[in-house]
């Protein structure tokens, strides 16, 4: 190499060295590429897996009576964008509340999954097609409650929390044994029924729930109805002047 060459390669190697400790010394230097984790990070906010709760019957209709709490219950289907209202409602109060969806329902619209379980809610099973449960064969019903079982999966890694049976407060003998087949030990019913789905007006809505509320109760509601979406916050309210509060299924029973 001429020596000209070799001072041109010199000051060029200077100059790059200086411009990478200028470069480090301002933090814009490229940091090195961390190594992929081994096993990819489970996605938040996943629905716990049913379990067997101790002392608990196979239908759960309230939680204890001396604490002041209470469980809002949502039949999970209609309009997404209402469900999304409700939701929000719930939480601007700094309520969570439990969601039992309807498999078709969750395949129409599955980002709904997400959205309950990221806003701190409860997320179960409401049947797949959301059909008369008890008038089924323990074999059916097992189908309709693994249908949607399988749904839920899908979207959150679980079968979801709860299972409650469709179009019916409680359970036939046939569901209850083919909801445990299916890894739910438990069905919720309810003590409280807003009878919101009949479109009585949000006051009627409020006064089916306020009148009957105690501590420990389970309350029906349903997504897809105006009546619902006005009702709510009056309803969230009231609770909150009484001392109860609005928490999950799974926090009311443990």
């Given amino acids: 190499m001429k020596p000209t060459d070799r001072r041109g390669a010199l000051r060029a190697g200077a100059a790059a060295a ?29 629905a716990p897996a049913p379990r067997r709760l101790p002392g608990q019957p196979a239908e759960i ?3 204890p009576r001396d604490r002041p709490r209470v469980a809002l219950t949502f039949h999970g289907q209609g309009d997404p964008a209402l469900a999304r209202t409700l939701l929000g409602q719930a939480e601007k109060a700094g309520a969570r509340v439990t969601v039992l969806a ?4 969750l395949d129409a619209h599955p980002d709904m999954a997400r959205r309950i379980l990221d806003g701190g809610h409860d997320l179960g099973n409401h049947t797949q097609h959301h059909i008369d449960v008890n008038a089924l064969t323990e074999d059916r019903a097992l189908a309709e409650i693994e249908a949607c ?3 839920l999966r899908r979207l959150t890694g679980s079968i979801g929390t709860w299972f409650r049976p469709s179009r019916t407060q409680h359970a036939a003998p046939t569901v209850l044994r ?11 019913s309810y003590d409280v029924d807003s009878l919101d789905f009949t479109s009585p007006g ?17 309350v029906s509601l349903h997504f897809g109805y105006p009546d619902t979406a006005a009702a709510l916050p009056l309803l969230l309210a009231d609770l909150d002047r009484r001392g109860l509060r609005a928490v999950t299924t799974t926090e009311l029973l443990t």
């Fill in 61 to 63: 209709a309230h939680g």
């Fill in 18 to 46: 200086l411009a990478g400790a200028l470069a480090t010394a301002c933090g814009t230097a490229p940091r090195p590429t961390a190594p992929a984790p081994r096993h990819p990070a489970p996605a938040p906010h996943a």
């Fill in 102 to 105: 309807v498999g078709s329902w």
């Fill in 202 to 218: 949000a006051t009627a809505v409020v006064r089916n729930v306020t009148g009957p509320v105690r501590a420990g109760s389970v």
């Fill in 178 to 188: 083919a909801a445990r087949r299916a890894g739910y030990p438990h069905v919720l």
């Fill in 149 to 151: 079982a399988t749904r």
